[in-house]
T-cell receptor, first 114, second 114 residues
Framework: AQKVTQAQTEISVVEKEDVTLDCVYE???????LFWYKQPPSGELVFLIR??????QNEISGRYSWNFQKSTSSFNFTITASQVVDSAVYFC???????????FGTGTRLQVFP | KAGVTQTPRYLIKTRGQQVTLSCSPI?????VSWYQQTPGQGLQFLFE???????NKGNFPGRFSGRQFSNSRSEMNVSTLELGDSALYLC?????????????FGPGTRLTVL
C-alpha cells in the first residue's frame, strides 16, 4: 500500500537557520512520483517540486533543496537561511504511475521567528 | 495564466442540506481532482475527472459526487450534509499528457456544517 510519513509535526526555527523537513514513503511500484507542496495560512496548496522515481538527482532552487534517496525511501526538503515568509505547513505527497491520486503525508508545520 | 479558481470560498450549511462547489481549472488543463482536508484525516482524495468522465475515486460515501463539463469546469456535490463534512475542499487541475502530471491547486472552499 502507498503511504507517506512526515514524522515532524511542527518545527520552530529562528530566521536564517537552516531547516530540513523529512519525508518517508512506501510504495510497491517501481515508477512513482514524489511532490512537495506548501500551504500558507490562506489555505491554497502551492506546488514546489516534483521528482520521478527514476531520477535520483538532487535539486536546488534558490534557498530550497531536495534530497531524494531511493535506498531509504526518503525525499527530504531543506530550506537554507529560513525566512519568516517560509512559515507554512509543508506536505510531501506520492502518486503512482497508474493513477493521478495524490497520497499526502500529515504535513509539517514550520514556524520561522524573526 | 490564471490559476485554478474555486467558488464559493466560504459556505455555511446545516445538517441535512446539500451543497455544490465549483472549480475552474487552469486554461488548457483537462483533468480535475478534488480533495478534502480536515484536521483529523488530513488531505484525502475524493475523485478525479478527465474528459467529463470520472477516472478515479477515493474512499468516500455516495453522498459525495461530482461531474465535469465539456469546458473542463467541475462541480462537486455533497448531499445530506453531516457535521463531519465540515472541511476545506480543494480542487486541483493538471494536463492530461501523462499519468501523474503535476496537480495545481485552487484556494479551496471552506465548508462549515452546523
Amino acid at each position: 500500500a502507498q503511504k507517506v510519513t512526515q514524522a515532524q509535526t511542527e518545527i520552530s526555527v529562528v530566521e536564517k537557520e537552516d531547516v530540513t523537513l523529512d519525508c518517508v514513503y512506501e510504495t510497491r511500484d517501481t515508477t512513482y512520483y514524489l511532490f512537495w507542496y506548501k500551504q500558507p495560512p490562506s489555505g491554497e496548496l502551492v506546488f514546489l517540486i516534483r521528482r520521478n522515481s527514476f531520477d535520483e538527482q538532487n535539486e536546488i532552487s534558490g534557498r530550497y533543496s531536495w534530497n531524494f534517496q531511493k535506498s531509504t525511501s526518503s525525499f527530504n526538503f531543506t530550506i537554507t537561511a529560513s525566512q519568516v515568509v517560509d512559515s507554512a505547513v509543508y506536505f510531501c505527497a506520492l502518486s503512482e504511475a497508474r493513477n493521478d491520486k495524490l497520497i499526502f503525508g500529515t504535513g509539517t508545520r514550520l514556524q520561522v521567528f524573526p | 495564466k490564471a490559476g485554478v479558481t474555486q467558488t464559493p470560498r466560504y459556505l455555511i450549511k446545516t445538517r441535512g442540506q446539500q451543497v455544490t462547489l465549483s472549480c475552474s481549472p487552469i486554461s488548457g488543463h483537462r483533468s480535475v481532482s478534488w480533495y478534502q482536508q480536515t484536521p483529523g484525516q488530513g488531505l484525502q482524495f475524493l475523485f478525479e475527472y478527465f474528459s467529463e468522465t470520472q477516472r478515479n475515486k477515493g474512499n468516500f460515501p455516495g453522498r459525495f459526487s461530482g461531474r465535469q463539463f465539456s469546458n473542463s469546469r467541475s462541480e462537486m456535490n455533497v448531499s445530506t450534509l453531516e457535521l463531519g463534512d465540515s472541511a476545506l475542499y480543494l480542487c486541483a487541475s493538471s494536463l492530461p499528457a501523462s499519468s501523474a502530471d503535476t496537480q495545481y491547486f485552487g484556494p479551496g472552499t471552506r465548508l462549515t456544517v452546523l
